[in-house]
């Protein structure tokens, strides 16, 4: 191949302006792949819960956690089942995990009630499916929802495995005894969930449902920074054999729970 | 050329007044939906989809299906279909735009569509439905403008036209695709996450599309004076057999993995459909008479003397349009839902109002076939006295 | 003009139906009633100007500066900071770095936002999720 010094240079020079714009991007680029099966390990928060199940069970049909999340949220009470709001609750353990039971699974255990909530997933289908950005990760990990630009058209809620999600099928606020007035309601048409109390994140305090089992005495759920290795969070996940919802679907829930 | 549409014989005014009246009644009942909130419907936590995403995605079918009629004389020549395209890509308009009204009447704040296109999310399947929903209108409205325009004046159609034909057969295809990739995706709903279920939507697409033809086929011939041709509407029957037959198919492959593998979580959505789960059982008489009309019809059309005969051909064709109305319309979107992600059984049976938005959206497809189809009509009426 | 009765009738008609904002509302409303303002104690987070002028679009930026961006505290051009909230309860934020977000201070729905609204008829659906502020604390 034959060619003159002119092209030559031209070449070179395209050459080096390339390579070095890709120079920044190809680490980025190695890094978002992540090692298979592993979360990958980013700086800045990452907020994460755990759910004692044994610790909750010692204090035996109390609601504290969800009723204090349901009244600083405004969550409206519906006694239909068909109709209700809900961020948390509890479910039979057979329910929240369904591969985890059988015919021969001891005693106590498949009606065990757990508490369940939306899992702020690493992967959520819920976001990958939103088709207006209404429901999106933030950077420390929270699945929030932002109602005012959310069109009603509840794609979230099919894509969501764990059935954390709610719809507002009629206008809330007026089913709302007592409002609380440092936080707003919803209005019809709107799905909602938990958001991990991230108006509250926002002023340094703890989520109202770990504050409410701390409150109880039970301290069955604990919060913290899963990118923070000192946390309690962090230390105990370490420690404790610890599981997650589903995992096979490789939403990466950050809701672990002790059973 | 729209003068047509305002002139027309007292059986005409009384089709337009019907479906006129019931698409009133239908906007009404959305009126009081759109005061109310979704409480009106049947949907619920666990159901969250109902009857009005179970008619887009019947209906995304229909307006695909066009495309059977105009890949075989754009592409090969078929002259056959010389007469039956235009009533072919007049369905599809009147298709689209009721899917995208099933879409609109389905959301929760209607008023905030815009948000489809103030913020494009490509992640979002729905967004690339609504994509494809509006190129497949535009085509549609642009061919039939230039086409049907310039037959109307007896000139030969622009040349440039032939692109966007073509255009529309991929583009038909991927609207429905597009759709059935809303479902397949889905980690949460093993009923749904099948990769064969593209293929069975685009095959009951080219089933029913082609069987909702052929009854308007006949009913334009029996009415009017235009006569699509004995010819065309044998080849869509032959287009509706293969298609119905694909579909069966399919469905025998999914019942197939789902039986014999005997997995809980697969099986369980089939069970409620055709035998129920314990008290909840009200798709099962549906779903057997789905299958029993789509079976029976389709071995009519597989015996060439019953389909010759056009009295049969109209009978299975809408046996088969009914059959797929049920499996897709219904069905199909239901079961992804039962049970739930949590193990709850929870019913759905569509409510009064949502079936009467439901009619009011058919009224007006009904309403827009019934109009276009006059101004055709009247135009080769027109040319054929000149 | 042929049918001229029918025209200047359908004229008539037309004018009627078309300009009917106008004088129903003089005919039914207090045309000559101005908006008043309560006004509240203390410092706004923006000029009286800039507020009549912008302020829809500033809560358009503070609705996705909270919601979306996270970002929960507001610089005036004059330095001072304030929390970004449609909602109110009275606390000054994050460790004193922010002072008090706007129902804070404009308490009455009914004596502030309506005025104005109800005088040029627009319903803002801020309320259908935010609870208003009704003036009794």
């Given at each position: 191949?034959?060619?003159?010094?002119?092209?030559?240079?031209?070449?070179?020079?395209?050459?080096?302006?390339?390579?070095?714009?890709?120079?920044?991007?190809?680490?980025?680029?190695?890094?978002?792949?992540?090692?298979?099966?592993?979360?990958?390990?980013?700086?800045?928060?990452?907020?994460?819960?755990?759910?004692?199940?044994?610790?909750?069970?010692?204090?035996?049909?109390?609601?504290?956690?969800?009723?204090?999340?349901?009244?600083?949220?405004?969550?409206?009470?519906?006694?239909?089942?068909?109709?209700?709001?809900?961020?948390?609750?509890?479910?039979?353990?057979?329910?929240?995990?369904?591969?985890?039971?059988?015919?021969?699974?001891?005693?106590?255990?498949?009606?065990?009630?757990?508490?369940?909530?939306?899992?702020?997933?690493?992967?959520?289908?819920?976001?990958?499916?939103?088709?207006?950005?209404?429901?999106?990760?933030?950077?420390?990990?929270?699945?929030?929802?932002?109602?005012?630009?959310?069109?009603?058209?509840?794609?979230?809620?099919?894509?969501?495995?764990?059935?954390?999600?709610?719809?507002?099928?009629?206008?809330?606020?007026?089913?709302?005894?007592?409002?609380?007035?440092?936080?707003?309601?919803?209005?019809?048409?709107?799905?909602?969930?938990?958001?991990?109390?991230?108006?509250?994140?926002?002023?340094?305090?703890?989520?109202?449902?770990?504050?409410?089992?701390?409150?109880?005495?039970?301290?069955?759920?604990?919060?913290?920074?899963?990118?923070?290795?000192?946390?309690?969070?962090?230390?105990?996940?370490?420690?404790?054999?610890?599981?997650?919802?589903?995992?096979?679907?490789?939403?990466?829930?950050?809701?672990?729970?002790?059973? | 050329?729209?003068?047509?549409?305002?002139?027309?014989?007292?059986?005409?005014?009384?089709?337009?007044?019907?479906?006129?009246?019931?698409?009133?009644?239908?906007?009404?009942?959305?009126?009081?939906?759109?005061?109310?909130?979704?409480?009106?419907?049947?949907?619920?936590?666990?159901?969250?989809?109902?009857?009005?995403?179970?008619?887009?995605?019947?209906?995304?079918?229909?307006?695909?299906?066009?495309?059977?009629?105009?890949?075989?004389?754009?592409?090969?020549?078929?002259?056959?279909?010389?007469?039956?395209?235009?009533?072919?890509?007049?369905?599809?308009?009147?298709?689209?735009?009721?899917?995208?009204?099933?879409?609109?009447?389905?959301?929760?704040?209607?008023?905030?569509?815009?948000?489809?296109?103030?913020?494009?999310?490509?992640?979002?399947?729905?967004?690339?439905?609504?994509?494809?929903?509006?190129?497949?209108?535009?085509?549609?409205?642009?061919?039939?403008?230039?086409?049907?325009?310039?037959?109307?004046?007896?000139?030969?159609?622009?040349?440039?036209?032939?692109?966007?034909?073509?255009?529309?057969?991929?583009?038909?295809?991927?609207?429905?695709?597009?759709?059935?990739?809303?479902?397949?995706?889905?980690?949460?709903?093993?009923?749904?996450?099948?990769?064969?279920?593209?293929?069975?939507?685009?095959?009951?697409?080219?089933?029913?599309?082609?069987?909702?033809?052929?009854?308007?086929?006949?009913?334009?011939?029996?009415?009017?004076?235009?006569?699509?041709?004995?010819?065309?509407?044998?080849?869509?029957?032959?287009?509706?057999?293969?298609?119905?037959?694909?579909?069966?198919?399919?469905?025998?492959?999914?019942?197939?993995?789902?039986?014999?593998?005997?997995?809980?979580?697969?099986?369980?959505?089939?069970?409620?459909?055709?035998?129920?789960?314990?008290?909840?059982?009200?798709?099962?008489?549906?779903?057997?008479?789905?299958?029993?009309?789509?079976?029976?019809?389709?071995?009519?059309?597989?015996?060439?003397?019953?389909?010759?005969?056009?009295?049969?051909?109209?009978?299975?064709?809408?046996?088969?349009?009914?059959?797929?109305?049920?499996?897709?319309?219904?069905?199909?979107?239901?079961?992804?839902?039962?049970?739930?992600?949590?193990?709850?059984?929870?019913?759905?049976?569509?409510?009064?109002?949502?079936?009467?938005?439901?009619?009011?959206?058919?009224?007006?497809?009904?309403?827009?076939?019934?109009?276009?189809?006059?101004?055709?009509?009247?135009?080769?009426?027109?040319?054929?006295?000149? | 003009?042929?049918?001229?009765?029918?025209?200047?009738?359908?004229?008539?008609?037309?004018?009627?139906?078309?300009?009917?904002?106008?004088?129903?509302?003089?005919?039914?409303?207090?045309?000559?009633?101005?908006p008043e303002l309560q006004k509240p104690q203390g410092?706004c987070?923006?000029?009286t100007?800039?507020?009549?002028?912008?302020?829809?679009?500033?809560?358009?930026?503070?609705?996705?500066?909270?919601?979306?961006?996270?970002?929960?505290?507001?610089?005036?051009?004059?330095?001072?900071?304030?929390?970004?909230?449609?909602?109110?309860?009275?606390?000054?934020?994050?460790?004193?770095?922010?002072?008090?977000?706007c129902m804070?201070c404009h308490s009455s729905k009914e004596k502030f936002c309506d005025e104005c609204?109800?005088?040029?008829?627009?319903?803002?659906?801020?309320?259908?999720?935010?609870?208003e502020p009704k003036g009794d604390r």
């Open positions: 191949m034959s060619t003159n010094r002119r092209d030559f240079l031209k070449v070179a020079g395209c050459s080096l302006l390339g390579a070095g714009a890709l120079a920044p991007v190809a680490p980025r680029i190695a890094a978002a792949s992540g090692g298979h099966g592993e979360t990958a390990k980013r700086e800045g928060k990452r907020w994460a819960l755990i759910v004692d199940t044994k610790k909750c069970l010692e204090k035996g049909g109390c609601q504290a956690c969800a009723d204090a999340c349901h009244k600083v949220h405004n969550v409206p009470h519906i006694p239909d089942a068909k109709r209700e709001i809900k961020w948390l609750w509890k479910e039979p353990y057979k329910h929240a995990f369904p591969t985890q039971v059988h015919a021969f699974t001891e005693d106590g255990l498949k009606d065990k009630p757990v508490l369940v909530l939306c899992n702020h997933c690493e992967n959520p289908p819920c976001v990958k499916v939103c088709p207006t950005k209404a429901t999106f990760k933030r950077d420390d990990g929270v699945i929030t929802m932002d109602m005012h630009r959310c069109i009603g058209c509840r794609y979230c809620m099919a894509a969501c495995p764990y059935g954390s999600r709610s719809f507002n099928w009629k206008d809330p606020k007026p089913l709302v005894a007592q409002k609380d007035p440092t936080f707003p309601t919803r209005t019809k048409g709107v799905v909602e969930k938990c958001n991990f109390c991230a108006e509250r994140l926002a002023q340094g305090r703890a989520p109202a449902c770990v504050e409410a089992s701390q409150n109880t005495g039970c301290n069955a759920l604990m919060f913290g920074d899963l990118n923070d290795a000192s946390s309690g969070l962090a230390q105990t996940l370490k420690g404790r054999h610890n599981i997650r919802r589903k995992p096979f679907l490789g939403t990466e829930p950050h809701v672990f729970y002790l059973i | 050329m729209f003068e047509h549409a305002f002139k027309g014989s007292l059986r005409y005014w009384a089709l337009i007044f019907l479906f006129g009246g019931l698409f009133g009644v239908g906007f009404l009942t959305f009126l009081y939906q759109y005061m109310n909130g979704l409480q009106v419907t049947g949907m619920s936590r666990d159901v969250s989809w109902g009857l009005y995403i179970g008619q887009l995605t019947f209906f995304v079918g229909v307006a695909a299906s066009a495309v059977m009629v105009v890949l075989p004389y754009y592409l090969h020549n078929f002259k056959a279909f010389g007469r039956m395209t235009v009533l072919g890509e007049f369905v599809a308009i009147p298709a689209v735009l009721m899917c995208m009204l099933f879409v609109l009447v389905d959301l929760g704040q209607p008023a905030r569509m815009m948000n489809l296109f103030l913020h494009p999310t490509p992640n979002s399947m729905l967004f690339w439905d609504t994509v494809a929903l509006f190129g497949y209108l535009g085509l549609n409205i642009l061919i039939t403008w230039f086409v049907f325009g310039a037959e109307r004046k007896g000139v030969p159609a622009p040349r440039w036209i032939k692109f966007f034909i073509i255009l529309s057969v991929p583009w038909a295809f991927s609207i429905h695709t597009v759709t059935a990739f809303l479902y397949a995706g889905l980690g949460a709903r093993p009923f749904w996450m099948t990769a064969v279920l593209a293929p069975r939507f685009l095959a009951s697409a080219f089933a029913a599309g082609p069987s909702l033809l052929i009854l308007l086929a006949l009913i334009v011939r029996k009415f009017t004076t235009f006569d699509p041709g004995k010819e065309a509407i044998q080849q869509l029957g032959r287009i509706a057999t293969y298609a119905m037959a694909a579909n069966i198919f399919l469905v025998g492959m999914e019942l197939f993995t789902a039986l014999y593998s005997g997995i809980p979580e697969h099986l369980h959505h089939f069970e409620y459909l055709y035998v129920g789960l314990g008290e909840a059982d009200t798709l099962v008489p549906w779903m057997w008479t789905s299958a029993i009309l789509g079976v029976a019809a389709m071995v009519m059309l597989f015996v060439p003397s019953i389909r010759r005969n056009e009295t049969y051909l109209a009978w299975a064709a809408a046996m088969i349009f009914i059959s797929l109305w049920i499996d897709k319309g219904l069905g199909m979107v239901v079961a992804g839902y039962v049970p739930s992600p949590l193990g709850a059984v929870t019913e759905y049976w569509p409510t009064l109002p949502e079936w009467m938005i439901v009619f009011g959206i058919w009224a007006l497809g009904l309403l827009l076939i019934t109009v276009f189809y006059k101004i055709v009509i009247s135009v080769r009426e027109q040319a054929e006295q000149a | 003009m042929y049918d001229s009765g029918k025209v200047v009738t359908g004229i008539i008609v037309f004018v009627g139906v078309v300009t009917f904002p106008l004088w129903y509302s003089f005919a039914a409303g207090d045309p000559s009633r101005r410092q987070v923006e000029s100007d800039y507020m009549r002028a912008f302020h829809m679009d500033l809560l358009n930026q503070w609705r996705d500066d909270a919601v979306r961006e996270g970002k929960r505290v507001y610089a005036s051009p004059d330095g001072r900071k304030h929390w970004i909230s449609l909602s109110y309860d009275g606390q000054v934020h994050n460790n004193a770095v922010a002072s008090k977000s804070d609204h109800d005088y040029v008829g627009v319903t803002p659906y801020c309320w259908d999720c935010h609870i």
